[in-house]
Every structure is written in structure tokens, then in C-alpha cells.
T-cell receptor, first 118, second 109 residues
Framework: EAGVAQSPRYKIIEKRQSVAFWCNPISGHATLYWYQQILGQGPKLLIQFQNNGVVDDSQLPKDRFSAERLKGVDSTLKIQPAKLEDSAVYLC????????????????FGPGTRLTVL | QKEVEQNSGPLSVPEGAIASLNCTYSDRGSQSFFWYRQYSGKSPELIMFIYSNGDKEDGRFTAQLNKASQYVSLLIRDSQPSDSATYLCAVRGAQKLVFGQGTRLTINP
């Protein structure tokens, strides 16, 4: 089974430029997540999609970040304009909801995109 | 108070010993608990998950959950140098998975 795919793996841009990241989840996984992981910290959820609908985007800085998942499969995350503090690894994850009690689901992560903003 | 708290370490353990990693969480309604391992420069990979109070064992790894104390731990028996990594505790509340900052573990040969 193929894992979560992300591209590009690395990106260097100058502040105020725009950038886009792409993610293709594991086949059949309805839920897709974008996380931001700053060096030395745990991943922070930016946005969660269930199929092509947004479940949670409460921590997405909507003045500069946007994300879409138009056909319920792959997704793009965009930053426009970028700031220095956006330097981080952007992780995409996907999950298939479990039928276990409590609705727990296991998330599988892609390799991430390391963004450096100069 | 952070939603999920971990000691950032570094935690240094001799090879062959037991490594003990701890995590506390604030949301009493949390349903499921995960431990991820993250090697430097790599993405998190799932080690194990636990839903019920008590212990859950998987090979050299044991997860322990105490919902009354809002505490979850991971024990690694017979620690190997390849276990050196950052270990992330993640707790699922009503909607989303919240990660702790991770504990950096170093196994010394």
C-alpha cells in the first residue's frame, strides 16, 4: 500500500512570496490533515478535511493560509504572503475512521515539506 | 496549561535499560491516546495506541493509561541505540488530535 505523498520536499522562498504544497493521501482514506511542525515542537493541526469538507480549521491563519481538497482526494495548502515565522515542516496525514469505540483513527504521515522563509 | 504536556528532555538511557516516557493531558473527555516516534528530519510514525485504562504491550513497547490521573506513558524495554528519537504523545479529544512537544530520547551504547 502506498503511503502519503507530498511535494515538494524542500522549498526556500523569500518573505512576502507565495508557496503551495501538495498532498496525496493513502488510497481510500477519507480524512486528510495538514500540520505545521516548528523545530523543537510537536505538530500543530492547521486544517482537517473529511472528504472534501472542512472539519476543523480553527488554527489556520486564514489571512495568509488557504487549503482545498476539491475532489476529496489530494489537497493543496497555500501560503500567501509568507512570513519568516512560517519556516517549518508542513506535514500531511490521512486516516480511515476506525469503527472502534470512541471513533479513534490512526493518522499516517507523509514525508513533509520543509519550508524556509528568508 | 498546555493540552498535552511532555518533558522535552533530553532523556538519556543506557543500552539494554528501560526507557520511561511520560505525558499528561488536560481534556478529561479524551478518548484515545497515541505514541509516535520521530527520527531527526523524518515524519512521525505510529508506535502504538491505547484506549482503555491499564497496560497495552506490543513487543518491547508498553503503553500505560490512567484516565483518572490524566496520564499516559510509554515504556521501552531492552532499549537499543536505534530507539534514539523524539517520542510524541498525541491525545484525541472531541474532534482533533493534539500533540505534545515530544521527548528526545538518547540510548547510550
Amino acid at each position: 500500500e502506498a503511503g502519503v505523498a507530498q511535494s515538494p520536499r524542500y522549498k526556500i522562498i523569500e518573505k512576502r512570496q507565495s508557496v503551495a504544497f501538495w498532498c496525496n493521501p493513502i488510497s481510500g482514506h477519507a480524512t486528510l490533515y495538514w500540520y505545521q511542525q516548528i523545530l523543537g515542537q510537536g505538530p500543530k493541526l492547521l486544517i482537517q478535511f473529511q472528504n472534501n469538507g472542512v472539519v476543523d480549521d480553527s488554527q489556520l491563519p486564514k489571512d495568509r493560509f488557504s487549503a482545498e481538497r476539491l475532489k476529496g482526494v489530494d489537497s493543496t495548502l497555500k501560503i500567501q504572503p509568507a512570513k519568516l515565522e512560517d519556516s517549518a515542516v508542513y506535514l500531511c496525514a490521512s486516516s480511515a475512521r476506525s469503527r472502534r469505540a470512541g471513533g479513534a483513527d490512526t493518522q499516517y504521515f507523509g514525508p513533509g515539506t520543509r519550508l524556509t522563509v528568508l | 496549561q498546555k493540552e498535552v504536556e511532555q518533558n522535552s528532555g533530553p532523556l538519556s538511557v543506557p543500552e539494554g535499560a528501560i526507557a520511561s516516557l511520560n505525558c499528561t493531558y488536560s481534556d478529561r473527555g479524551s478518548q484515545s491516546f497515541f505514541w509516535y516516534r520521530q527520527y531527526s528530519g523524518k515524519s512521525p510514525e505510529l508506535i502504538m495506541f491505547i484506549y482503555s485504562n491499564g497496560d497495552k504491550e506490543d513487543g518491547r513497547f508498553t503503553a500505560q493509561l490512567n484516565k483518572a490521573s490524566q496520564y499516559v506513558s510509554l515504556l521501552i524495554r531492552d532499549s537499543q541505540p536505534s530507539d534514539s528519537a523524539t517520542y510524541l504523545c498525541a491525545v484525541r479529544g472531541a474532534q482533533k488530535l493534539v500533540f505534545g512537544q515530544g521527548t528526545r530520547l538518547t540510548i547510550n551504547p
